[in-house]
Structures are given as structure tokens and as C-alpha cells.
């Protein structure tokens, strides 16, 4: 038998020619097709899932859990908000105070101040949240943390106390800012004409220069765009806390001794103004000093609007324990430190303010450096406080105007002015600027800044909001403890107050309203 020829097909049936593989060809091209198909779909879908996907990624790091604008903030931008707040024109009473109270209760005070903030700090950072601390809902203001956690009568009571004390702080800056600049002016006068010279000047001018400058600076829309000035002015309070203990440790060595005695002022001392300290001035004194302790260390009051410029994770809370314990250590160092040397370097007779009394006159340039960096620092401290303030009163405003701020807004370019901000806050730092002018005594206007808000603001309500956060039942341990810290703040808060009351009342007797000199 022959074999098959390589041309013939492979099967003839009833004449049919079949072609097997062609046909399983073509057999399988439709599904082919169809696979390809359906890969390309796949491969579209996937493409779009991907870019939706990064579409929302994108979005969503611009936006933060609640939809508002991302945070940005850090563990060293809140520390340098608390430093600029807490490190201000305070720092420079501290010699005074300790002279008041002397070497053994003086610095003791202190610490105990820095440990009570510290601890009642951290209660406080517990209730920016309601709820889960990672995931809960935010209150953006101290009053918000209230009103969540305490509710009633008591959220207008701190709101009361809270923006009454930010308006006082706004005063207390422009007075301090004002009386740095004349002892810039008064420094240049006694190198001129040698220190026997009154060099008197007044601060009217130079509270008004300040408010000009807060005018420009209070047009910053938000606390979250204050940062950089912020961490200014916290650099500028280093700067002259550290020429004011340069200063101080030059006059010890001089003196080859530490001034200064156990008790502080005695009875019967007679000051350089002539007058002789009695037994009530004494207690007085004492109290006032406890006053300018508190003001010193009190930044409760912007602790929460300072935590919500924070970003998360971590939980916002993490971040400001730590930002307090930096902050608190660092101001205590140099409190004890700038305190302890003013004192041991003029003993009785440490001025009301370090580096403006003048107990110092030489080098005068550098004066005029830590006076100048005073300023500073104040611009920066003033909007820091302020700010919580601004956006109060501008989030009542959009509510009672849904449809738009009166004036509209006008955008220049590189910024977009809003009228009634312009005009609201341009009124608010007038009048703060007037009444400093009215009242420009330094040690007793902070006296009673630092009694008026330690107590509410700094103790009872962060007190009362963590047992309420934490649901802490009524005569445990732990809420005995709370109240009893509570009561002893309150206790000290009243005495302080009433002894800055006292020294302002003595300083009326000799006052004459927009005549004050130096």
C-alpha cells in the first residue's frame, strides 16, 4: 500500500473535505476575542479605580477628619506656642516676687506653679476630644471642651472668664511692650547724660506705636498661620531672658555675695522710692507676688485652640503631654534661674521689672538689645492671645450672617482682607490700647491677671472636665484628690487677688489718667 501523499487532505467523508485544525481555529477565535476583550475592560476598570483612588488619597491629606484644612502642627511648633505664651514680660516680675517672698519660700512657690500647670495641662489635653481619644469628636475651643464635657450655665461662665482674661493679657502686653520701649529711650538718656538724670518719659506714645503695629499684625485670619511668628517671639524671649541672667550673674560676681535673706523684704525696709514697708504692705506683697508667679505660668487658657493646630496620628493628646512637659521644664529653668539671680543680685531692692527698673545701666546697647527683643516677643504673645479671641467673635458673626460677613471681603493679591475683620479687631486693639493707657501699672495689673484666670481656667475647669470625661464617681480617691487640689488653688487665687487689688488701689493715690512718666 501506498502511502499517503502530504498534500491530500486528511479525511474525505461523502466527499466533504475537513480540515480539523483550521476549523478548531476557528472554533476558538470568538472566545479569543472575547478574552481580550474582557482583559482590556479589566485593565480600564483597574486604571480607574486607581486614579479615583489616589484622587481621594489626595484629597484627603488636604483634609482632616473633621473636613477641615489639614493640620500641620507638631510636637515643637505647640511647644514654641506655649513657650511664646508663657516666657512673656512676666519672667521679668520674678525677681521682684522672689525679693517678697524670699529664698526659701520664693523658688519653692515656683516649682509648685510649674507642677500644678503641668498636671492640670495634661487633664486638660484629655477632654480636645469627646469620646475616643484618636477618633472622637473635636472641640475646637476651650469653651467647646466645656460645653461637651460640663454643658449648662458653666460654658458662659468660662467664656466670661476666658475672654475677659485674653482681653486683660492684651492689656497687660501693650503696658509691658510700652514700658520696654521708654527704657530704651531712658538707657540712651543715662549714657548720654550719666545716671543722676531723671531721664523722665512717657509711655502714651509708645503704647499707641504698639497698637499701630497690632493693627497690621491682628489682619493674620487664623491662629494656625501665626506660627512663624510665633516661633519669633519665642526666640526673642530666650534673648532676653538670657541677657537678664547674664546681667544678673555679672552683678552677683561683683558683688562677691548673694543678696537677698531667707524671709525676703522686712518689715520696716525702706524702698528707693523713700517709702517704709509695713506690716500690711508686707502681706501685700506677699500675695501680689503670688499673683505675678501665676501670671507667669498660665497658658491654660489657649491650651486647646493651641492643640487643634495639631496633626494626627498621633492622637492629639500624645503630642501635647509631650509638648507641655518640654515647655514647662524650660520656662521653669529659666524662671528659677532669671528669679534666683535678679534677686541674689539686688536683693530688697530688685525692681518690679528686670531689665526695665533699673538696676541695670550698663552695657547700655545691651539694654536696648533685651528691651528691643521684649518687644518682640510681646508683638508675637499679644496675637498668639488674641487670636482665640478674634475667631470667637468671627464664628458668632458667620453665624448671625450665613450669607456673608458685612463689607464682603477684597482680595489684594498676595492677601485677602476681610471688612469686618478689619474693623472688629482694628476696635478691639484700640481699645485695649486706651485702657493700658489708663492703667499702666505693670506688677499689679499682671498681680491680678494671674489671680483672675489661674484658678477657673487653669484648675477648676480642667478639674471638673476630666472627672466628667473619665466618669470618675464622687468620693473616690482620686476625685478627693482632684477637689482638694482644686480648693488650695482657689484659696491662693483669692489671696492674690486681693493683694493686687491693694497695690493698684496705693498706685490711684499718686495717678493722673493719660499723664504717666518714668
Known amino acids: 500500500m501506498l502511502p499517503r501523499s502530504r498534500t491530500l487532505p486528511p479525511r474525505i467523508h461523502d466527499g466533504v473535505v475537513v480540515v480539523e485544525r483550521d476549523v478548531r481555529r476557528y472554533q476558538q477565535l470568538p472566545q479569543q476575542v472575547e478574552m481580550e476583550m474582557t482583559t482590556t475592560k479589566r485593565q480600564q476598570d483597574h486604571q480607574v479605580e486607581t486614579m479615583t483612588t489616589k484622587k481621594i488619597d489626595e484629597e484627603d491629606e488636604e483634609v482632616d477628619d473633621d473636613g477641615r484644612a489639614k493640620r500641620r502642627g507638631t510636637v515643637w511648633t505647640a511647644a514654641s506656642h506655649i513657650i511664646t505664651a508663657v516666657i512673656g514680660s512676666g519672667v521679668l516680675s520674678l525677681a521682684w516676687a522672689i525679693a517678697q517672698l524670699g529664698w526659701v519660700v520664693g523658688p519653692t512657690v515656683m516649682l509648685l506653679f510649674a507642677a500644678v500647670i503641668y498636671f492640670t495641662s495634661n487633664l486638660l489635653a484629655d477632654c480636645y476630644r469627646t469620646g475616643d481619644p484618636a477618633t472622637g469628636r473635636r472641640n475646637y475651643t476651650y469653651m467647646e471642651a466645656v460645653k ?24 497687660g502686653y501693650t503696658i509691658a511692650a510700652s514700658i520696654s520701649m521708654m527704657a530704651i529711650q531712658r538707657s540712651n538718656c543715662f549714657h548720654a547724660r550719666g545716671e543722676q538724670d531723671p531721664c523722665h518719659a512717657s509711655s502714651n506714645v509708645y503704647m499707641i506705636m504698639f497698637g499701630i503695629v497690632q493693627v497690621f ?28 541672667l547674664a546681667l544678673g550673674a555679672a552683678q552677683v560676681a561683683q558683688n562677691r555675695t548673694f543678696a537677698g535673706s531667707a524671709m525676703g523684704v522686712a518689715v520696716g525696709f525702706v524702698t528707693k522710692t523713700g517709702d517704709v514697708v509695713t506690716p500690711a504692705q508686707k502681706v501685700w506683697r506677699n500675695l501680689q507676688a503670688l499673683g505675678d508667679i501665676a501670671f507667669a505660668y498660665s497658658y491654660s487658657i489657649i491650651l486647646i485652640e493651641i492643640q487643634d493646630t495639631l496633626r494626627s496620628p498621633p492622637a492629639e493628646a500624645r503630642t501635647m503631654r509631650k509638648a507641655t512637659g518640654i515647655s514647662v521644664v524650660v520656662t521653669s529653668v529659666f524662671y528659677l534661674l532669671c528669679g534666683c539671680m535678679g534677686y541674689a543680685a539686688f536683693g530688697d531692692d530688685a525692681p518690679g521689672n528686670l531689665l526695665t527698673g533699673f538696676g541695670f545701666y550698663k552695657p547700655y546697647w545691651l539694654l536696648d538689645v533685651a528691651n528691643m527683643a521684649i518687644v518682640v516677643h510681646l508683638v508675637g504673645a499679644y496675637q498668639v492671645y488674641c487670636q482665640p479671641l478674634f475667631a470667637f467673635v468671627e464664628r458668632r458673626a458667620e453665624r448671625r450672617w450665613p450669607n456673608g460677613l458685612p463689607g464682603g471681603d477684597y482680595d489684594l493679591g498676595w492677601i485677602k482682607v476681610s471688612v469686618f475683620r478689619l474693623a472688629w479687631r482694628t476696635c478691639f486693639v484700640a481699645v485695649t490700647t486706651v485702657v493700658a493707657m489708663l492703667l499702666p501699672f505693670f506688677n499689679d ?13 487653669t484648675v477648676y475647669f480642667p478639674v471638673e472636665m476630666y472627672i466628667a470625661h473619665r466618669r470618675i464617681r464622687r468620693w473616690t480617691t482620686t476625685w478627693v484628690g482632684l477637689q482638694a487640689l482644686s480648693l488650695a488653688c482657689l484659696l491662693v487665687s483669692l489671696a492674690a487677688a486681693v493683694g493686687s487689688i491693694a497695690g493698684v488701689l496705693l498706685d490711684l493715690k499718686s495717678y493722673r489718667p493719660f499723664r504717666s512718666t518714668y
Do not use: E, H
Open 217 to 244: 499684625f491682628s489682619q493674620i485670619p487664623d491662629f494656625d498661620q501665626v506660627w512663624w511668628l510665633s516661633i519669633l517671639a519665642a526666640v526673642m524671649s530666650f534673648t532676653y531672658s538670657a541677657v537678664g
Open 445 to 457: 495689673v499682671v498681680g491680678i491677671l494671674g489671680a483672675l484666670g489661674f484658678w477657673p481656667l
Open 148 to 171: 461637651a464635657n460640663l454643658g449648662g450655665a458653666k460654658v458662659k461662665v468660662c467664656g466670661c472668664i476666658q475672654y475677659l482674661n485674653l482681653l486683660g493679657v492684651a492689656i
